[in-house]
């Protein structure tokens, strides 16, 4: 019987993994940090929602049908949004919270997949399942980050440096052009992360994809083309989505007056 062409693991192998998450949990008991239980429900919810999902993919790749395949992608934008909202500390009131980031993703991530698609990656047919929903968790999981961080790093200096605001709108500047310093400083953070991670990749890490690829037995410099392919991906969607999530941001929290509205912020603790 021939052995499969990627290594396979079974419980045994996972379980002894987890004593390092175990192991994790005791510090924290011994010195009184408080994470332990979030530490165990964070594992437990990560292992029953990848459960899940396999048994969810094992359909979609069976099924290869185009509304399944984007009623799974919408299911992903929807949770990401959710993301977003729950880890701004101030953030838009009403359905701005929600809605604006989620948005600008749902456009953002979802044109650069159908682009990677079409173009490079070259699925046949091009919603099949086993290529976009994987690109594109990649490219919505990175943007979420940037989004968020973009746009919680909006409303706290907008907040922080109003009297400097409202100055500028007083002696006439545009909306945008008061808010200019501000948005530099939400899209630097919202692009952060992105550069980092690419500054890092190589020398001080092995990304993921390219290590499940090297696993499966891709070689090497394939697995190099495609982290490459995704990675530009990524940056492209993160700036794409930080700018555009930031930019309709910077006009929520301004009116048409050229006023400054922070009325429209609330606390962003869930």
């Known amino acids: 019987m021939t052995s ?4 396979s693991l079974d419980t045994l192998d996972l379980a002894l993994a987890a004593t390092l998450l175990l192991l994790n949990a005791g510090l924290s008991l011994a010195l009184d940090l408080g994470v332990a239980r979030r530490l165990l429900w964070a594992a437990l919810r990560m292992v ?32 990401a949004g959710r993301e977003v909202t729950a880890r701004q500390s ?5 359905w701005w919270a929600y809605g604006l980031g989620t948005g600008t993703m749902a456009v953002v991530a979802g044109l ?58 007083a002696l006439g500047a545009p909306r945008l052009k008061a808010l200019n310093h501000v948005l530099r400083e939400a899209l630097r953070a ?3 992360q992105v550069v980092n991670a690419m500054s890092a990749i190589g020398l001080v890490s092995i990304p993921g994809m390219m290590t499940g690829q090297i696993l499966a037995g891709a070689p090497p410099l394939e697995a190099v083309r495609y982290q490459i392919l ?11 989505g930080t700018l555009g ?20 912020l609330r606390p962003g603790a869930p």
């Open 230 to 240: 995704v990675m530009f991906l990524i940056a492209g969607a993160t700036g794409l």
């Open 245 to 264: 999530a930031t930019t309709l941001g910077a006009l929520r929290l301004t009116d048409k007056r050229h006023r400054l509205r922070l009325d429209r």
């Open 112 to 169: 650069i997949t159908l682009f990677a698609l079409s173009t490079q990656i070259g699925a046949d047919p091009w919603y099949a399942p086993r290529y976009a929903l994987p690109l594109l968790g990649m490219i919505l999981g990175n943007t979420m980050t940037g989004v968020s961080l973009g746009l919680d790093t909006l409303a706290t200096r907008a907040d922080r440096e109003r009297a400097a605001i409202e100055a500028r709108l």
């Open 90 to 94: 101030r953030r838009l009131s009403g």
């Open 4 to 7: 499969p062409d990627y290594l």
């Open 48 to 79: 029953v929602q990848l459960g899940l999902l396999s048994l969810v993919l094992e359909q979609l790749f069976a099924l290869t049908d185009p509304l399944w395949t984007g009623l799974a992608a919408l299911v992903m934008i929807l949770f």
């Open 190 to 192: 919202g692009l952060m």
